[in-house]
């Protein structure tokens, strides 16, 4: 029977509202931008203690280095990892991860729920074992409304064409196929592509690489794409520093017109990325936030 590790790191309550809510933006905020998207934040009722409770396989770097992270940079906070077997495993997910509706338009659903009633709402099952952005996370969720946001007003149509940079669980990108649209989704962990492969597949979809396959998954980033590539919608789901960084390159793969929605990003750096958007000749973003993140929509 397989291994996992399900890790808990927990802030005293006793350091107060304002000193959780600081350190809290920082531990979510690297937890992020190590692809764990699907963390649990609990908060006990008598202490006040905020737990961040996520699930590892035991050969994930993480799992090898989070212990002297965490002690280097949060010296106050406690962290507790137990082995769970597999089917323990499985079953604590079933109790966390419940149906989401979003924007109206996609049921975000675990494999147990395929075959239930979606409501007229358009299923993506996403199997949530590697914690890659099971929808629960609210980066995933602004980015997921944004395309859905896109449809209804007509800028997004069937056969337009995307790319999904930093795609985790394939979660965005399977959303796109889905509404009549193919392209590429890019991601620098190998893992998180076989995740997103294995999500294609529970989703009916074609294998990526196949003739009819509307969807590429490829490990890499933006070098891996050729300078003339653009693309009628980009969704980048990743974090603020390497948004602005990448600026100047990723706008130039936006086609004309082309919608472009960030996310990945705390409320305290939304400015600074859409500064570098903008510094560009962009148009200032909409801002949609949701509790400490943000979400940029040039649509």
């Not at 350091?15 to 809510?21: D, F, M, Q, R, S």
């Not at 993506?124 to 007003?153: D, N, Q, W, Y």
């Amino acid at each position: 029977m397989s291994k996992l590790l399900k890790v808990e790191l927990t802030l005293p309550g006793t350091l107060g509202e304002e000193k959780l809510e600081t350190i809290g933006e920082d531990i979510s905020a690297w937890l992020s931008g190590n692809s764990l998207q699907g963390w649990e934040e609990l908060t006990a009722p008598a202490t006040r203690d905020v737990t961040f409770r996520f699930y590892l396989e035991p050969q994930s770097p993480l799992a090898e280095i989070i212990a002297s992270y965490a002690a280097s940079q949060w010296p106050m906070a406690t962290l507790a990892v137990e082995s769970l077997e597999q089917q323990d495993w499985s079953a604590a997910w079933k109790e966390f991860f419940t149906p989401i509706d979003i924007g109206g338009r996609f049921e975000i659903v675990p494999p147990w729920l395929a075959d239930a009633d979606h409501h007229g709402l358009e299923p993506i099952i996403i199997e949530p074992k590697m914690a890659f952005g099971t929808g629960h996370h609210a980066t995933t969720a602004l980015c997921l409304g944004g395309i859905a946001r896109l449809v209804e007003s007509g800028r997004l149509t069937k056969g337009m064409s995307f790319l999904d940079l930093g795609t985790g669980s394939g979660i965005l990108a399977i959303g796109l196929v889905k509404l009549g649209c193919t392209g590429l989704a890019l991601d620098i962990d190998p893992q998180a592509v076989l995740c997103a492969a294995e999500n294609l597949e529970l989703n009916g979809l074609p294998p990526s690489g196949q003739p009819d396959a509307p969807v590429l998954l490829a490990v890499g980033g933006l070098e891996s794409l050729s300078p003339d590539m653009t693309f009628d919608c980009i969704v980048a789901n990743i974090l603020a520093q390497p948004l602005i960084d990448m600026a100047p390159v990723l706008s130039k793969h936006l086609k004309p017109g082309g919608a472009l929605i960030l996310s990945g990003i705390l409320t305290t750096q939304a400015p600074a990325v859409a500064l570098a958007y903008t510094a560009l000749g962009m148009p200032e973003p909409e801002r949609i936030d949701e509790g400490e993140w943000s979400g940029l929509f040039w649509v």
